[in-house]
């Protein structure tokens, strides 16, 4: 019978097992006022996890510690092995629930508990506002919280600063010579002489002569 | 074609480092760290039968329940439960689940032990909450289903340990019932329950284990009342104290007739005085009293006879009993001699004899025993040998076992009040050169292996030592101040009194202690912690003496309790000075004064709203007579809803011995109560610095922010939204946010948020304040900003006015003036709930700022506040977008990689730190809950210098294969031209 899921229903715990969402509007009223100590009802629902499983985060493949928030921290309750977890006492009305699974981004989740009709209760997403028939939380996304060292590739060196040193280094060794051999050999020599004129020390003249 | 080769290897060589704010894997741990805690412990139950792995399970008073590994004291899982969810009581059952009965005893559930999951949860039906008790019956055979028994309030539920079913239900007593002991005698179906109805009242109860139904009952009052202590003696008589905790009622209860004795502790005791306490404790025959001057073991020999078996001088713990055999049990008194613990195991056969006795070394920092958990294990010679969890009074963990500690866990630090933050000392001249050199190849191999790394090409054997290089840096952990300002102290101040200096760079105890003044004594009884404050930071006239920090505390929970100070020297822990207030404490104001010594200058209101001057040296007063006109003050009354703003006089004489000065009201705001009540008040940090005045917008117009150290932040909700979200609809919930001047009184603006409730957190800084509130009408959480702009200084702009000298760039900027101000704001969704909210700080203000969000699932988020910009539009224009203007979205975005906590969580987490570091880009950020959490931060990236991961051994690589190239191009070139000459 549990798996049939996520229900929402007045507060004996015992009939949690059964799947009193399609009926929940069929309760009679007394069911709901007079057992118990009478204040409030039941969420139930289950965390859902599988089919994603966080290998690349480092973290271990089934969490557990999941915890269930309602109402910002008001009462804490924690998911089964199963997934299955339950808030009790919880009066008529609009209520959040958050949960909180290190490794997945879940949406929270807005409850309502009718007053007037015992038992019916409404869920939906508040991220993207999508109803929920069962209570049954999917992770929207996993979460990476780091970043990945990329490969080695060409064009990320291309792009690092010693990389664009690297370039320009290559540029003025093969084109240079290119534009070098356009330039008439009188011309070049006139102007070599000039800037040996000017005092400007170029890198042969630093260097040892061999011959 | 040699060029070529030789460029292809340099390419090849060259690596790039993608730059960026998030964290990669292998960077964890290189500038953060990470402790847990779980506590002060309140229970422990060990497991130690099975071989294999030795555990011991504990709950705590931060509601932490967890298994400890009993060799080494770290924490194989935890869960921290719920703030209201208090922890009554934890047990094993079935010797695989550990059970927690919490919540006034109606919640029930069972962990799974070796890995935490939760099993089952039961819900019981408690009338009120009260004292509860958790019954897990012993020697139990596995396999068969065996029942858990809970005793709350007036009735007793038996579950199913397999599946926590409730498979009987007894409603004991319509009145006021509270069940003092619960006991099954060995091999018997039946259960006793005795407890008190009202305070006169005494009630046994005989249950069948298996139905819940009562075979017995039987009631007798007492008419002098009992205190509600009672202790089992055996298996028919319990001995309770009477309501003036001066005579000890021993009650027989055998076969359904009670009989009360009375016996006065004088008698027994003749130095008796005062007040009794029972030690709750299940000894065959034996009562421990502990009578506040020493604890009193007694033996009852029946039912009117009690026997003194020895005195034990406080301060003394004993455990409880530990059952070896069906006649014997075994207990361990442990008691103080200054620096020495004697550890002493009885056997309750052999009361005049030791089993075992040992003296443990323990350092003074720790205080006195407050609990002691008693375990034993098999010696190699078929002997009993003794263990002992013991529990100190600054809430630390031991683990004693043949005359030492084992493992010790600073646990105080899972309730940290306050903390600031110190700088180390300058480093010393005169570092040995050799040392250098030596580490030079070191330097240059760690190198060389993290290039292999960042090129991919290192074994996992390479990787691991890389990590151990840049985990172990020497640099970071030294104990001096260092040129980025990235290593300091963390000073500390926990909910025990105890103050702890943790080192920035590992997060390991640089000194501990325990103050003095924050110790239960004679004249302070309740002592409670409060605050931890810079008290002198020597900068040029003291250089010589080191920093210190005030630690200030009070008397007991009431305001009007007198107050504690206490100095401390943040380089080593020595207690300066510590004195009890002759008034009580309720505000205190660091002045951004200081005295020729530079201690700073602190004003204290009293209850009476009397201010009083620390340091209280007549150097001070002048300083401070001086400035005193420029002083204001405001007080926040939640209960009254009123804030109300001060000046300071002297009314007569100033007396120069108490230099104690009145308020003079200035303003008052009154909030109607019928409509609002005030939820959250929040300011500018006072030592927050801005380094630009002026905000240049598009179009090179200029806006200037409207910067006041005196801006007070003030939400205030409708009184029937007051509670948690769920308690009221949208239509009767709004929330009010105001921006009042502290100095004037003046409301600079108010604006409603309808459908809005709390809870509200909220961080002033610069001209702005980001509030976080809770949206009814969406059901979404919200996050709104408010920027404030000075509208009188936008004339500056016309260069007209300029020119003609018209401007008032020259005038003084007065707190009295009311400049026009102009207020823009922006509200986004914002997904999660908040615990926390600060925002991050720099040297200079230069960079740009980054809001640190604690969310519900205890992670700290790094949200840059560009997203919180009031001029975010859909479209912004092409001239707003290179400003760097963010398109508007309605929610905030939440990117998993700038969690700043990374993977892990800070559990129970409450306040997070910043502290600006020397290097204007960084932030240093210090996160504290039962965990802790520290790292450092770029909100700009790190722009002044070079990461972590630069390598400089890539660097290096690159100059020399430069020259070589240089040198071989060179080569050929000089070749080539000798064959053209020869030509």
Known sequence: ???????????????????????????????????????????????????????????????????????????????????????????????????????????????????????????????????????????????????????????????????????????????MPKLMENIDPEEMRRAQEDMRAQGVPSLSSLLPRSN | ???????????????????????????????????????????????????????????????????????????????????????DQVDITLGKYVVTLSSGGSILRAWNLPDGQMIWESILQVSAPSKSLLHVPANMNVGKDNLILVFGGSSIHALSSTDGQIVWRKELSTNSLEIQQVFQPHDSDIIYALGFIGSSEFVAYYVNYKTGEVLQQSKASFKSGFCGEASLASDDVVVALDASRTYLVSISFRNGVINFQQIYIRDLIPEFSGKATLLPSKYNGILAVDIASSIVLLRVKGVNELEIIEKINYPSAISDALPLSKEQQAFAILQHDESRIHFKVKFDTDLTNEVLKETIQMDGQRGNIEKVFINNYMRTDRTHGFRVLVVMEDHSLLLVQQGEIVWSREDGLASIVDSTTSELPVEKEGVSVAEVEHSLFEWLKGHFLKLKGTLMLASPD????????????????????????????????????????????????????????????????????????????????????????????????????????????????????????????????????????????????????????????????????????????????????IIKGYSLEIKGE?????????????????????????????????????????KIVADQDVMYKYISTNILFVATVAPKASGEIGSATPEEAWLYAYLIDTVSGRILHRVSHQGAQGPIHAVVSENWVVYHYFNLRAHRHEMSVIEIYDQSREDNKDVWKLVLGKHNLTAPISSYSKPEVTVKSQSYFFTHSVKSLAVTVTAKGITSKQLLIGTIGDQVLALDKRFLDPRRSVNPTQSEKEEGIIPLTDSLPIVPQSYVTHALQVEGLRGIVTTPAKLESTTLVFSYGVDLFFTRIAPSRTYDSLTEDFSYALLLLTIVALVAALLVTWALSEKKELREKWR
Not at chain 1, 90 to 111: D, K, M, N, Q, W
Not at chain 2, 468 to 487: C, P, Q, V, Y
Not at chain 2, 512 to 520: D, F, H, N
Not at chain 2, 574 to 601: A, C, F, G, W, Y
């Open chain 2, 1 to 87: 074609m040699a060029i070529r080769a030789c460029l292809g290897l340099m390419i090849l060589l060259v690596f790039s480092s993608t730059i960026s704010t998030a964290l990669f894997e292998d960077q964890v741990g290189l500038a953060d760290w990470h402790q847990k805690y779980i506590g002060k412990v309140k229970h422990a139950i060990f497991h130690t039968q099975k071989t294999g792995r030795k555990r011991v399970v504990v709950s705590t008073e931060e509601n932490v329940v967890a298994s400890l590994d009993l060799r080494t004291g770290d924490i194989f899982w935890r869960h921290v439960l719920g703030k209201i969810d208090r922890i």
């Open chain 2, 654 to 694: 100033l007396d120069m011995a108490e230099n104690v000065f009145q308020p003079k009201e200035l303003w008052s705001i009154v909030f109607p109560s019928e409509s609002e009540t005030i939820a959250l008040t929040a300011t500018r940090k006072m030592n927050e610095i801005v380094h630009t005045q002026a």
């Open chain 1, 1 to 175: 019978m549990r798996s049939s899921a996520a229900l929402f229903n007045p507060s004996p715990p015992l009939l949690l097992l059964l799947p009193l969402l399609l009926f929940s509007h069929l309760l009679p009223r007394a069911l709901a006022a007079d057992l118990g100590s009478g204040d409030g009802y039941t969420i139930a629902g289950r965390v859902k996890l599988d089919g994603a499983t966080s290998k690349e985060s480092g973290l271990p493949a089934k969490p557990t510690n999941i915890k269930v928030i309602l109402n910002g921290g008001q009462s804490i309750s924690f998911a089964r092995a199963d997934g299955y977890f339950s808030f009790h006492n919880v009066p008529a009305g609009t209520h959040l629930i958050e949960v909180a699974a290190l490794g997945y981004f879940f949406s929270p989740v807005r409850v309502d508990i009718s007053a007037r009709n015992p038992g019916k209760i409404q869920a939906a997403l508040t991220e993207n506002r999508r109803v929920l028939y069962e209570l049954i939380l999917e992770p929207l996304r996993e979460e990476q919280y780091y970043e990945k060292r990329e490969p080695f590739s060409i064009m990320s060196l291309m792009k690092s600063p010693m990389g664009l040193m690297m370039g320009f280094m290559l540029l003025v060794m093969f084109v």
């Open chain 2, 462 to 641: 390479e990787v691991a030592a890389i990590q151990a290089i840049r985990l172990k840096s020497f640099e970071k952990n030294k104990m001096t101040r260092d040129h980025n300002g990235f290593r300091k102290l963390i000073i500390v101040l926990t909910r025990a009194g105890k103050v702890l200096a943790l080192h920035t760079g590992d997060g390991r105890v640089v000194w501990s202690v325990l103050l003095p003044v924050l110790r239960k004594s004679e004249t302070c009884g309740n002592p409670f912690a409060l605050n931890v404050y810079q008290w002198q930071v020597p900068h040029h006239h003291a250089m010589h003496e080191n920093p210190s920090v005030l630690v200030v505390g009070r008397c007991g929970h009431n305001f009007d309790a007198p107050g504690i100070f206490s100095i401390v020297d943040a380089y080593n822990g020595k207690v300066h000075n510590s004195l009890v207030l002759e008034h009580s404490v309720r505000h205190i104001m660091p002045l951004p004064l200081t005295d020729s010594t530079e201690q700073n200058l602190h004003i204290v209101i009293d209850d009476n709203l009397h201010a009083h001057l620390y340091p209280k040296t007549s150097d001070s007063v002048k300083i401070f007579l001086d400035e005193m006109p420029n002083i204001y003050w405001y007080s926040v009354e939640v209960g009254k809803n």
